[in-house]
């Protein structure tokens, strides 16, 4: 009996012992993301061509006090009060943050995406709630952030973010005043790399009042949040020793005002009519048929309203409008022809039996409800890469705005292709054409993947020269998953990645004449 | 588990007060189905009209063997397929987790005209294919390594008899097949925390020399986990809690011992991120004796 007992006592403790011995914790792959360490501290970035800002001093910095100022003094001391009791959790923070405001902001936007990502439930009626700026708490919550309205929110946020760098990096040079720790020995740089770089006005109170100021756009509800992670990057900047309080009133304010540039842009850029009206989407019907082809239906029960259709009419950021409808390829094989049925074949036959490692690829880029979209997975990334190359905080923002400008442009030439064409998936053509990843509500042709993944893996192999051959066959590999998963032909693949190269091509124009090489 | 309801009640389980004698060698294999058109979307009751019915089936191959009367060691290894009548995703089917059991009665003790067996079972199961976890309702599992600790008490008058059973489940976290992936919050990694589980049963039934016939009442809490967003796809870490209601017997051929047929059928009557299934399983096994 009494060996029984220990036996029992044996292995119920030696399974509590290994219960709890094997931490399960999880750890991002940037959350040890090193401290920002500038290769080239980019002083010239205030002479660099911006997006909207007419002048990088269009928005006015008064000159900061003197370093030997008694108000500047008092700014010192608060730092040193700061320093004095730093908590781990300070510590925590200031790390976080010196990875770079870019960084950290970008990955906040992939979250919010992620967070808005998903679409309405269906009425009693059966038809769909539209998501409301106008009453954002209420459900369905706004924004629905779909692939094409995620692409520009990360647009505008990553070139506002842009602008209001250029203007700070304007005011740095321009009176430059040096970081509390260059002016004191007895302030630390915590947490952080000692540079060169003025301080007057703050980047990383340029980059929360900036983007804290786009979220009032872009994610609404979100206001209350976003304010409190941008006093948390300052007060970050101000615990390090980067930044004096006066640095940072300075930055906020500055960063706020030039959002203001892009939220009057993002107000009359057309996004706000991309819905369309019942009638319209009859309309597109309606055109279709009169081609003779068959129309694009919702394949979702009861039958969803489709995607922002006039997304295509947004006004783009790297061409105008007109540039759009010529990027606009031609048209698809009609449905009723022999084309579109080997087209669709061929779609079959790679779903009919997938193998482990194609649910895999298709897995990897699906990005669909829940996730940060395909342009977030770009923003991904680029980020990591970009981790690597020892930006400037700057250079961060320009390779971004480059990378989302053309992300979001291409969403544009490709909603204006699909909502053109009005073509329908694969599986609505051949109903035994099962998907390994949900079917997006919106026309098949061109596809969406491949246009964002050519032009972001153009736009980024221009940025990251040693890197393009990857970007390529990452570009190809996303393309492919759409065929191989059911949702598109070959032809939707092919074609989309194409008009996704030649938008990419105008972001490399705009790279090459931004004053940043 | 969940939507896709690992409805486990063959012939010998680990959560039953069943022995194999010495050198008894128990084999076979059940087919098991779960059905469900309703699912629970954190606690909301719904249905979804882009799956239809969600069907999961399976063969599960099962042995038992008795290294003594009070020393049990099992083993399985089902072969799951997915289907939705409805809708655009297409099904999965294979190989799902090994699973081993060891069984042990350490306690037997007469109280009055009944008896008290008392029981401890420490199990261990794994995938034996690297399956898609990541496509929730439709993936065949869950695709984490478990251990589980189980105390299992049992309690038998004249035929009559009841059982109070509860395991500890750790599960080791998963792997996706993506770099990022969102939960209550965004998480740029491919590896996803899973939640500990606890999985109790209460049988309450005859047992007679040929038959045991029983109803089963059976509870799956998830220790943590976050629940499905509104229209939002289930995911491997959701809280998948459930409690069902089972009917069960097993029948040995009175006239040919070494052969045992089970079956038996049920339904989730509350759940939580898992879908309301009705579950049914018959099998048969063959005991071979040393």
């Known amino acids: 009996m009494k060996t029984r007992i220990w036996l029992l006592l044996v292995v119920t403790s030696a399974i509590t012992g290994l219960s709890i011995g094997c931490k399960k914790s999880i750890s991002d792959r940037t959350a040890n993301a090193p401290s920002l360490q500038p290769d080239n501290l980019d002083l010239n970035a205030g002479t660099w061509k911006p997006v909207l800002l007419y002048r990088a001093d269009t928005f006015a910095v008064a000159a900061p006090a003197a370093t030997n100022s008694t108000a500047y003094a008092a700014d010192l001391n608060e730092i040193k009060g700061y320093q004095h009791n730093l908590t781990s959790d300070d510590a925590q923070q200031i790390k976080y943050w010196a990875a770079g405001g870019v960084l950290r902001w970008n990955e906040i936007m992939r979250d919010l995406v992620g967070k808005y990502n998903l679409a309405p439930y269906q009425n009693d009626d059966g038809t769909y709630p539209i998501p409301n700026s106008a009453n954002p708490f209420a459900y369905p919550q706004f924004p629905f952030s779909n692939p094409p309205y995620a692409g520009r929110a990360y647009a505008y946020v990553s070139a506002a973010q842009y602008d209001a760098l250029i203007a700070c990096w304007y005011y740095k040079t321009k009176y430059n005043r040096a970081a509390p720790y260059k002016v004191d020995s007895s302030v630390q740089a915590y947490g952080i790399n000692k540079t060169d770089l003025p301080a007057y006005p703050s980047e990383a109170a340029v980059l929360a009042g900036v983007t804290a100021e786009m979220m009032k756009l872009l994610f609404p509800t979100e206001i209350a949040n976003i304010q409190q992670l ?68 919702s394949l979702e029960v009861p039958k969803r309203n489709p995607m922002l259709p006039f997304f295509g009419n947004v006004k783009p950021f790297l061409f105008d409008s007109l540039t759009v409808i010529s990027l606009r390829p031609g048209p698809p094989p009609s449905t009723s022809s022999d084309e579109m049925k080997s087209q669709n074949q061929e779609v079959y036959n790679y779903i009919k039996n997938p193998t482990r490692d194609q649910i895999a690829q298709v897995q990897y880029w699906a990005d669909g409800i829940g996730t940060s979209t395909p342009p977030g997975h770009w923003n991904l990334i680029a980020a990591e890469d970009f981790i690597k190359k020892n930006y400037s905080e700057v250079r961060w923002a320009r390779n971004m705005a480059l990378l989302n400008m053309a992300l979001m442009d291409a969403g544009i030439v490709c909603w204006n292709t699909k909502y053109y064409y009005f073509n329908p998936r694969p599986t609505q053509l051949d109903p035994n054409i099962k998907t390994l990843t949900g079917i997006p509500n919106f026309p098949s042709y061109i596809s969406g993947h491949s246009s964002f993944s050519g032009a972001a893996a153009t736009i980024l192999g221009y940025l990251v020269p040693e890197n393009a051959d990857k970007y390529n066959s990452m570009s190809n590999a996303a393309m492919m998953s759409r065929l191989i998963g059911g949702i598109h032909t070959r032809l939707d693949c092919t074609v989309g990645l194409d008009v996704g190269k030649q938008v990419g091509n105008y972001a490399i124009d705009r790279a090459e004449t931004d004053g940043a090489n | ?71 049990n060691v099992m083993a399985s290894l089902p072969y799951v397929w997915t289907h939705a009548s409805a809708g655009t995703l297409h099904g999965l089917k294979g190989f799902q987790d090994l699973s081993l059991f060891v069984k042990y009665k350490p306690f037997s003790f007469d109280v009055g005209k009944g008896k008290i067996s008392l029981f401890a079972v420490g199990g261990f199961s794994t995938p034996v294919d690297n399956y898609v976890i990541d496509f929730l309702p439709l993936s065949i599992g869950l695709g984490s390594t478990n251990v589980s600790g189980r105390i299992t008490a049992d309690y038998q008058l004249g035929i009559f008899f009841t059982t109070i059973s509860s395991a500890y489940v750790w599960r080791s976290n998963v792997k996706l097949d993506r770099t990022s992936y969102y939960t209550t919050e965004m998480h740029n990694t491919n590896e996803v925390e899973m939640p500990d589980m606890l999985n109790s049963n209460l ?23 976050f629940d499905i967003r509104r229209n939002d796809m289930p995911f491997v870490s959701n809280k998948m809690n459930s409690t069902s209601v089972l009917l069960h017997a097993k029948y040995t051929l009175p006239f040919y011992t070494h052969i045992e047929i089970t079956g038996g059928g049920g339904y989730v009557v509350t759940g939580r991120n898992v879908g309301q299934a009705l579950l049914f399983d018959i099998g048969a096994y063959y005991i071979f004796h040393f």
């Open chain 2, 1 to 71: 588990m969940l939507m896709i309801c690992f409805y486990q009640a063959e012939a010998q389980t680990d959560f039953d007060a069943i022995m194999m004698k010495k050198k008894q060698w128990c084999n076979g294999a059940t087919y098991m189905y779960s059905g469900w058109d309703h699912y629970w979307e954190g606690t909301l009751n719904r249905n979804n009209q882009n799956i239809g019915t969600l069907t999961t089936q399976s063969v599960m191959y099962m042995t038992n063997y008795g290294i003594s009367d009070k020393l």
């Open chain 2, 203 to 225: 049988n309450i039934g005859i047992r007679k020399k040929y038959l045991i016939a029983e109803a089963i009442v059976q509870n799956m809490t998830t220790l943590g986990g």
């Open chain 1, 230 to 297: 941008a006093q948390q990057q300052e007060l970050a900047a101000i615990m390090s020793g980067a930044a004096a309080r006066s640095d940072i009133t300075a930055g906020e304010a500055l960063g706020r005002q030039v959002a203001q540039q892009f939220i009057a842009r993002g107000r009359t850029d057309n996004a706000g009519k991309a819905v369309g009206t019942p009638s319209d989407w009859t309309n597109f019907e309606t055109i279709a048929m009169s081609k003779g082809e068959i129309p694009w239906y």
